[in-house]
């Protein structure tokens, strides 16, 4: 089997899908991005399809050491997103050519089904508590929520206080029936973050993520000194030799690469393994579209120490598509009672409406995140 084409899709709401084509007439689906720079990582993607074509693809281990080692310069945002979304077609068509789904070919699931948990959007208390009240009555019991807006380098009582009031608010109307983790999303330094995680403790949320900044995760083992709360990162690390050293340093609970980040299901496997020996829990990053989704799923499905897999249906994020827009197996991905089934069908699961994503791809426009100031018109986190 030979590759014999890579076409790409930028599509809504901020996703790119890759395709992957053999002389056998097997299809593979993959989704390379970083959201916001989809176009840089598109040509990166096809400066890879130079050596892909006529290579079989389903030497998935030898084509991704090529794409990693082979080029001089390596790791980062871009090219290990490139080289992830490159990699999930590959797994794609590999169990698509022998009739299985992917996680088969890893040895098999150690769980019937997966816990998935659910974005809140809102920044005021009575929107969250109104989002959650509708995600519970759609089966979800554990959620994630952003802990604050843009916050100083050393900020006041008051804002504190803000960020502490609005988790209070959530805990008081829902007591134990719900879990949730808080997303510090790398906007706080480290000055704050040891105040707020301790002012948040007494609520028990079930992790704090990126409670600073990845390229600041010297602090992550010194945080987790200072507090009971699991803290949890990843989203923004490339490869397990950037974790190999997080891991290392101690103090991460949670660890959540991204399928479409890190170099694919290839790499996350082995990222996932070096966490499991650490009794680091595994909870991979996906504000994504369905491929990636499917990414996680098939790593977490074959990984003793996943325990929660994040899923962008309905997320605030998402304007102009949704995860299973582009899917035509939209009833393989119901989640019920908050939980997920192994997606049945062979690689990895998800059979992409083309048609849909062409149409979509056509004028799609670029999506970037916001730019946040602070009160004294200096550029802040988001
Ligand atoms: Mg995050």
Not at 250 to 259: A, E, K, R, T
Request: overall charge negative; charged content about 25%.
């Amino acid at each position: 089997m030979k590759i014999t084409k890579l076409t790409t899709y930028r599509v809504p709401p901020r996703w790119m899908l890759l395709k992957i084509e053999t002389d056998e007439g097997v299809v593979g689906w993959g989704e390379p991005v970083i959201e916001g720079k989809a176009r840089t990582v598109e040509a990166a993607v096809h400066e890879y399809s130079q050596y892909l074509i006529g290579q079989d693809p389903r030497n998935i281990n030898d084509l991704w050491q090529v794409m990693y080692r082979g080029g001089f310069y390596r790791g980062g945002a871009i090219l290990m997103s490139a080289m992830a979304g490159i990699d999930q077609a590959l797994w794609d068509i590999k169990g698509k050519a022998l009739g299985v789904p992917v996680y088969e070919l890893l040895g098999g699931c150690v769980r019937d089904k997966m816990k998935t948990y659910s974005w809140v959007g809102g920044d005021r208390p009575s929107d969250v508590i109104e989002g959650i009240r509708t995600l519970r009555a759609a089966g979800f019991d554990t959620f994630k929520m952003n802990g604050t807006e843009e916050l100083g380098f050393i900020d006041s009582a008051k804002a504190i206080d803000a960020a502490v009031a609005r988790i209070a608010e959530i805990r008081g109307a829902f007591g134990n029936d719900i879990e949730f983790g808080i997303d510090f999303h790398g906007r706080v330094a480290a000055p704050m973050a040891k105040v707020l995680m301790k002012e948040l403790e007494p609520y028990r949320p079930l992790f704090i993520e990126e409670p600073v900044l990845a390229e600041q995760a010297e602090y992550y083992p010194r945080l987790a000194e200072s507090t009971s709360i699991p803290i949890a990162a990843g989203e923004r690390m490339y490869s397990r030799f950037e974790f190999k050293n997080v891991f290392h340093a101690g103090g991460l609970s949670i660890v959540q690469p991204d399928l479409s980040h890190a170099g694919g299901i290839t790499e996350c496997l082995k990222i996932a393994a070096m966490a499991e020996a650490y009794d680091i829990a595994l909870a991979p990053h996906c504000p994504l579209g369905p491929v990636a989704l499917a990414a996680c799923l098939h790593v977490d499905f074959v990984s003793y120490n996943a325990v929660l897999q994040e899923q962008s249906m309905g997320i605030h994020y998402n304007k102009g598509a949704e995860v299973l827009d582009y899917v035509t197996n939209k009833e393989d991905f119901r989640i019920e009672n908050g939980y997920i089934k192994p997606l049945p069908k062979p690689g990895l699961g998800v059979v992409i409406d083309e048609q849909r994503v062409i149409e979509a791809s056509r004028n799609a426009p670029d999506w970037a995140n916001p730019l946040w100031r602070h009160a004294d018109g200096s550029v802040a986190e988001w």
